[in-house]
């Protein structure tokens, strides 16, 4: 954020989670009575309060007080002015995950061709950065590259269900990229998910006990993987010695992840058949030293959430894949053209910023700027999707750019 620092005020997590699940209900219930000040009260932390790396109190208070909206379900439309949605790129193969690269390019894995491409977010134009991953096991349809994410300038990539257990000969794990044409296994985590499976007293059904790992996300003393088979979220060393269950869920299917100071949201797709009610994002501690303790609600009410990233000054976005067709099965996509962006309120719902966007599976922001990607192997440009009391506001990213 560029804006000039006049105060910074630092708090710990403990504060600003106790501040989130005391005050939400109560301005909740107040609802239209207290508008006014609350938008006052934003406004004043928008433009004095500096956020620096750490949940903040600004942070706090941006998570409790976005625009005001009604309860997005699965057949409600977009507000009065939907977002924009442009094709920047297409004719990628097997796309999940991506990132913002330390170059301010977005970095797309291409799991059907064992890839990693570069996408120019001026341009669209499209370069490949590495090659020779473990692709996708033919007719699997799924699997090989799942995400990618940066630690300084070296990238790392997450592979999945390119093991034995689905016909493949190649390793599940988190692999470090050397140059564009070799890659090093940093850990295997497939084998290490056969040999340490869910604890049992969490009962749900699976059958690839090698997991099927979703999306990376580096930390301060390593990464998170999330298992949306194994239904849990996974906490990898930097070198890839030591591999831990930082959470353990029961059969909710945890996808996307992002990290706001030391608070970790989840999305989660939710177990078949997928209805609004099991789409949600939660949120936990990085900390957290007891795995089966349940997660925070953070919002629900929409299917298959995907992804969730933070945008600008603060503001939690969610990602929907859909709406889930009749009598889908395990594994399955949701329908055409149903896939949603979404904004996260204070009050436990979500607001429809984008609709009809085909089968997205991530989400990255530049500033106001959304960068969607789909399973059709599109990359999507969404501008101006902030709340309209930033849009006149600008953050070091986009003056960089400029």
């Known amino acids: 954020?560029?804006?000039?620092?006049?105060?910074?005020?630092?708090?710990?997590?403990?504060?600003?989670?106790?501040?989130l699940l005391s005050l939400a209900p109560i301005i909740a219930a107040a609802g239209d009575a207290v508008r006014p000040l609350i938008d006052k009260v934003r406004n004043?932390?928008?433009q004095y309060i500096h956020v620096k790396g750490l949940m903040t109190m600004a942070a706090a208070l941006a998570l409790l007080m976005p625009a005001f909206a009604v309860r997005a379900g699965d057949n409600e439309p977009p507000g009065s002015q939907p977002a924009e949605v442009r094709l920047?790129?297409?004719?990628?193969?097997?796309?999940?995950?991506?990132?913002?690269?330390?170059?301010?390019?977005?970095y797309v894995a291409e799991g059907a061709v064992g890839r990693i491409t570069r996408v120019d977010l001026s341009t669209g134009e499209e370069t490949t950065f590495a090659s020779g991953l473990p692709a996708a096991v033919p007719g699997v349809g799924l699997g090989g590259p799942m995400d990618v994410a940066f630690v300084g300038t070296t990238a790392y990539v997450l592979v999945a269900v390119v093991d034995s257990a689905v016909g493949g000969h190649q390793k599940?794990?988190?692999?470090?990229?050397?140059?564009?044409?070799?890659?090093?296994?940093?850990?295997?985590?497939?084998?290490?998910?056969?040999?340490?499976?869910?604890?049992?007293?969490?009962?749900?059904?699976?059958?690839?006990?090698?997991?099927?790992?979703?999306?990376?996300?580096?930390?301060?003393?390593?990464?998170?993987?999330?298992?949306?088979?194994?239904?849990?979220?996974?906490?990898?060393?930097?070198?890839?010695?030591?591999?831990?269950?930082?959470?353990?869920?029961?059969?909710?299917?945890?996808?996307?992840?992002?990290?706001?100071?030391?608070?970790?949201?989840?999305?989660?797709?939710?177990?078949?058949?997928?209805?609004?009610?099991?789409?949600?994002?939660?949120?936990?501690?990085?900390?957290?030293?007891?795995?089966?303790?349940?997660?925070?609600?953070?919002?629900?009410?929409?299917?298959?959430?995907?992804?969730?990233?933070?945008?600008?000054?603060?503001?939690?976005?969610?990602?929907?894949?859909?709406?889930?067709?009749?009598?889908?099965?395990?594994g399955e996509q949701a329908s055409p053209n149903t896939g949603r962006l979404l904004r996260v309120n204070y009050d436990g719902t979500f607001t429809i910023l984008a609709d009809k966007l085909d089968r997205p599976t991530s989400l990255n922001f530049v500033c106001n700027t959304a960068y969607i990607v789909t399973l059709t192997g599109e990359v999507l440009e969404v501008k101006d999707v902030g709340e309209l009391v930033d849009h006149d506001r600008r953050c070091s990213e986009c003056d960089h750019r400029d």
Not at 255 to 269: I, N, R, S, W
């Open 172 to 330: 599940d794990g988190i692999y470090r990229v050397d140059d564009r044409y070799h890659s090093t296994l940093l850990v295997d985590l497939g084998t290490w998910s056969f040999n340490h499976p869910p604890d049992p007293i969490v009962p749900f059904n699976y059958f690839l006990p090698d997991g099927v790992q979703f999306a990376l996300l580096p930390v301060h003393d390593g990464f998170l993987v999330s298992d949306g088979h194994l239904n849990r979220v996974l906490h990898v060393s930097k070198d890839g010695t030591e591999i831990t269950v930082l959470k353990q869920f029961n059969d909710i299917v945890p996808t996307g992840l992002a990290k706001l100071g030391d608070t970790v949201f989840l999305a989660e797709l939710g177990p078949v058949p997928e209805t609004p009610d099991t789409g949600r994002v939660v949120s936990f501690g990085l900390s957290d030293t007891h795995p089966l303790a349940p997660a925070h609600d953070v919002a629900a009410g929409v299917s298959m959430i995907v992804g969730t990233a933070f945008g600008a000054h603060g503001t939690l976005y969610a990602l929907s894949q859909g709406i889930a067709p009749t009598g889908i099965q395990p």
């Open 44 to 46: 004043a932390t928008a």
């Open 88 to 106: 920047l790129a297409s004719g990628l193969m097997g796309t999940i995950g991506s990132t913002i690269g330390p170059d301010g390019a977005l």
């Open 1 to 19: 954020m560029s804006t000039k620092t006049l105060r910074k005020i630092s708090v710990s997590d403990s504060l600003c989670a106790g501040l």
